[in-house]
């Protein structure tokens, strides 16, 4: 057994034996079947906090011939399959972690020759393994691998975690990058690499198409934020994993969807970030754990290049709506950056955003990552966006004080930000100005949109979220009217009547803009119904 050739189970038997080990070994079920397919290679890339490691040690723990894994696995989902010995502690694993190989490299002031480091501790430990094939004065792995392949027809199966490190960690560093592709494409390209790969996994967080002209990879099966395909319900938990959590560690299932749920594919409508439920889990309490293991200083400054109005697309999702992105733009590195949609997708591959396929859009997941966009914006370098949120808490305080006067003010200044004056001219602008002017109402309101109520149709309802105890937010809107008749038109038609079992306050707010004054005015009144 070695550290990178034939590696133990040592990792992943700690995370079993926690007894919080949420099993994901089914998986491996896929890998098998990939290993017979004439393309076994995976990249199956997910953000921070997502498991991308455990399921690294998990693969390594299964296929090493370097441990006896019969045990650990014996309680897990993969031994209930009939097929569940077939490549069982059978293969020669070869395992890197290119985070600490980097970290030893940062130690030791040696980064420019972290490859050749790469090559030298496994090409020693494959001397070791395989002493009569490999010679002494070798010094690279894929020359190693193609040699004992040859003289055994020995297959190894590759795992890399953290595939990306270099690309992101060192994303300035040109030469070494180059040198890693190469090193990676005679890893994994070519006739030689074809006959001594058995199976290649490697997981990071960025994907692998496009790395500038460079396209080592692009023989790899791809699994990302975008697209996980069939190792959708790996990218984290599922929603019956969550349940049966929540219900085991007697914790709220629905406030625990509110908080860490959001990320939603095709084929898996709800995708929990694991490391945050875990954590809530632990600490028996839910709030954000982002800030554990990753700063909001890289998202400040992705928001803060403003490329095509990527601010206003932030304040767009912050209050709650979906914007359209195009994510093949992308070059999938955190250098070529060169608009807006490149920006947003990166942003879902890191984790800060969710993508919805079906709509090509891109939206906030959950309140978790929510709370660190709020952080990012009001700290933002861009004085213009951190005054957009500021603005929308005073603009909720006015509201909530009954404060007409003063809420006519902040949405005023909402539209300014906000509307292009030559399409600020019905109803349906002065909606979607109000909409983003209340970004702040997420924290404890969810929102209805002509919400069908007595005679008609209520324009907007912002209605408190559990354990909330703000009150009830029903708001009419009017063009070239008035913000009294928008009151008159809640109470008449009976618009009340939508939430007439909700025992808390509701607010009536009617808001209007008169075209020819340029103006904005707001009246409100608190609701009196009988609770009888």
């Not at 992943?12 to 926690?18: G, L």
């Not at 480091?117 to 070798?138: A, F, G, R, S």
């Not at 603009?395 to 005023?412: P, S, Y």
């Not at 408190?464 to 105890?469: L, M, N, Q, V």
């Amino acid at each position: 057994m070695g550290k990178f050739v034939n590696p133990g189970n040592e990792a992943f038997q700690r995370v079993v034996r926690t007894g919080k080990y949420v099993d994901k070994s089914s998986m491996i079920e896929f890998t098998n079947n990939i290993i017979h397919d004439f393309r076994p290679l995976i990249c199956f890339s997910r953000p921070r906090r997502f498991g991308k490691s455990i399921a690294a040690h998990m693969l390594t723990a299964y296929y090493s011939k370097g441990c006896d894994s019969r045990e650990i696995f014996s309680a897990l989902k993969i031994a209930e399959l009939p097929t569940f010995e077939d490549e069982l502690n059978k293969n020669t694993v070869i395992y890197l972690d290119m985070q600490e190989f980097r970290s030893y490299a940062s130690r030791h002031n040696a980064m420019q020759q972290i490859v050749q480091h790469i090559q030298d501790v496994v090409v020693q430990e494959l001397k070791l393994e395989y002493p009569n094939i490999v010679k002494d004065d070798e010094n690279d792995i894929p020359h190693a691998l193609a040699e004992i392949n040859s003289k055994t027809g020995e297959q190894f199966i590759v795992i890399i975690d953290e595939w990306d490190c270099l690309f992101r960690e060192e994303k300035e560093n040109e030469a070494i990058q180059e040198c890693y592709v190469n090193f990676l494409r005679g890893m994994f390209k070519g006739g030689s690499a074809d006959a001594f790969i058995k199976l290649a996994y490697i997981t990071g967080i960025l994907p692998i198409k496009k790395y500038g002209t460079q396209s080592a990879l692009n023989n790899f099966r791809e699994y990302t934020m975008v697209s996980p395909g069939k190792l959708a319900e790996y990218v984290g938990f599922t929603e019956a994993e969550v349940q049966a959590l929540c219900e085991r560690y007697e914790m709220d299932f629905e406030e625990c969807k509110r908080w860490y749920d959001g990320y939603s594919f095709n084929h898996m409508a709800s995708v929990y970030s694991p490391n945050s439920v875990m954590n809530a889990i632990d600490n028996g309490e839910f709030g954000s754990y982002w800030t554990k293991t990753e700063t909001y200083e890289s998202l400040r400054f992705y928001i803060d290049t403003n490329f095509d109005e990527v601010r206003t697309a932030i304040v767009a999702m912050l209050s709650g709506e979906m914007v359209e992105i195009d994510p093949e733009t992308f070059q999938n590195d955190m250098v070529n950056i060169h608009n807006r949609d490149d920006v947003l997708t990166l942003l879902v591959h890191l984790g800060y955003l969710a993508y919805n396929g079906n709509e090509k859009s891109v939206y906030i997941p959950n309140e978790e990552v929510r709370a660190e966009f709020i952080r990012a914006t009001k700290n933002s370098s861009r004085e213009e966006l951190s005054k957009v949120i500021r603005n929308s808490d005073a603009l909720l305080k006015a509201t909530l004080r009954m404060d007409g006067e003063e809420v006519a003010e902040r949405i005023e200044m909402a539209h300014q930000y906000y509307a292009n004056a030559k399409f600020y001219n019905n109803e349906q602008a002065l909606r979607m100005v109000i909409m983003l002017a209340y970004v702040s109402r997420v924290d404890d309101y969810c929102d209805f949109q002509e919400l069908p109520s007595g005679k008609g149709y209520a324009d907007i309802l912002f209605f408190p979220k559990k354990k909330s105890r703000k009150p009830a937010l029903l708001i009419e809107l009017k063009w070239n009217h008035s913000s009294g008749g928008a009151i008159e038109q809640i109470k008449e038609n009976g618009y009340c009547d939508a939430i007439k079992n909700y025992g808390g306050d509701i607010l009536l707010v009617g808001i209007n803009y008169d075209e020819k004054e340029k103006k904005h005015t707001c009246q409100i009144e608190k609701f009196e119904y009988s609770r009888s």
